[in-house]
């Protein structure tokens, strides 16, 4: 009796394991280029209505893939050849940057030496905004034409992207009529990068030879930190109010995009076999700093230039006094995480498209042209649906008369009456209790999922961190609700409940 014939012989694993591309920021064609039209950028954004559009929108989907693809490039990579993996450090001191980078960092140099032409004025009267600031917007508005379009060896591109380019790059810096900076200034940086990206200003950036994410490493470490510390140069040197800040009740007074890539920097590895691997949402890379090490000044100090959340982190003890916990609550609930940095980069990307991107005061300014298009977007569009909760306690028409109100100074609120701080005998913590005590107020909301898993990837094409539950609003329904959360309890980060 002939033995039965052995098993087909099946391949390993790790010789049959794909990944479905990650999206990225698509570079416009020439044919698109000559096709679209150009020119100053729009103010779209006057209502809550408008948010919820800007939701389904073309330009939403294209600042989260780019905000994502600069995000997964900052992640560590692991390989069987070595024995530790390969991470991406800020390099301070690096000398030799490619072409395009090289002459970002000049045009950004070239902003910070206007400073010496507009020194702060002396007024002690004043605890926020220096008129010289207005006095260094002007000189910039002057410049920048020539300094814009010294980025490109085609003038025919500069000629078609210059005006919107410009506008972006002007929206990057405060208002100059408020004397302010926030995070919606942050997201103009973000476009004019990204619109620099659509236009091909950095190359091919997909070549073969070209290391995978070396291109938007390389703008992360090389423009997007050189650009924050330009502008907190420019805070502290004309004290610039925190546009729309919550205070204590949110989560930094200024910037957010260094929180996310900066935990980037410290998650758990990826395997450089497989660089389309999902976004880890848990863990972290072997050697890097527990989250609760924010809280001493010293690993602040040691790690402030090289990583970009410790480097965020360093400038709040540079500019507040006191108990971390007291200053900055969230940052310090945060701190207390378990499943290591993955999970915190998981809930930074979650909050950046709930606090940013789905607040009408942040995204009210932002312009729309032909590179960021106020367009409908198929896919998301059939997503979204209706408004979320989120988004319908955006205001219905645009204040004109008056600026952002704190959320206990709101009559007729998101829950239908007056929102007013606690009283003193009400049983509820204030957002500056002790540490660790902050259980009277409402739950934050959660909802991540199961441990280990991975970020799943919508039709969309805009990585999908998956449901925050509502805890203190109904739900609205819709793919905005997958981003919300309650708009005013948030003195506890959404995520820091293990």
Known sequence: MEPPPPPPSQPSSSSTTTTAPLPRLEILTSSQLSSTSFGPLQKRINSGADVTFFHTSKAYRDVMVWVMQLNHAMIPRSSPDTARP???PLTPNRKEWSAPVRKLRELLAKAEGLMAEAPPEENKN???????CRVWHGLLGERIGGWVG??????????????????YFMGSWGDKGRLDYGTGHELSFLAFLGGLWKVRYFGTAGEEEREDGEVEREIVTGV??????????????????????????????????????????FTRPIPSSLPDSPTPVEG???????PASVTNKQTVVDYRGINMYFGAIGFIYDVKKGPFWEHSPM????????????????????????????????????????????????ELAAEGGGASVHVQSQPQQQDQTGGTKAPWAMVGGPS????????????????????????GLSPAPTGFPARGGQVPMPRGGIPNTGPMEQTSFPRG??????????????TKAPWAKD
């Open 86 to 88: 390969v991470s991406y």
């Open 126 to 132: 004043r605890r926020f905004g220096n008129g010289s």
């Open 150 to 167: 010294g980025l490109f060896d085609d003038e025919e591109i500069d000629k078609r992207v210059g005006e919107e380019l410009k506008g």
């Open 224 to 265: 997007v930190e050189p650009y924050l510390e330009v502008v907190r140069k420019l805070i502290t040197t004309y004290t610039l109010e925190p546009a729309g800040s919550h205070g204590v009740w949110g989560l930094d007074d200024h910037s957010f995009l260094p929180y996310i890539l900066g935990s980037a920097q």
């Open 284 to 290: 972290s890379c072997p050697g890097a700093p527990k």
């Open 331 to 378: 940052l310090f609930d945060i701190s207390g995480i378990k499943d290591g940095w993955g999970k915190i980069n998981k809930g930074m990307v979650k909050m950046y498209r709930a606090e940013v991107l789905g607040k009408f005061p942040v995204v009210q300014h932002f312009g729309f042209g032909g590179l960021w298009r106020w367009e409908e977007d198929p």
């Open 416 to 439: 239908g009456g007056q929102v007013s701080m606690p009283r003193p005998d009400s049983g509820m913590s204030t957002p500056t209790g002790f540490p660790g005590r902050q259980t």
């Open 477 to 490: 329904g819709g793919m905005h609700d997958r981003v919300g959360g309650n708009q005013f309890s948030v």
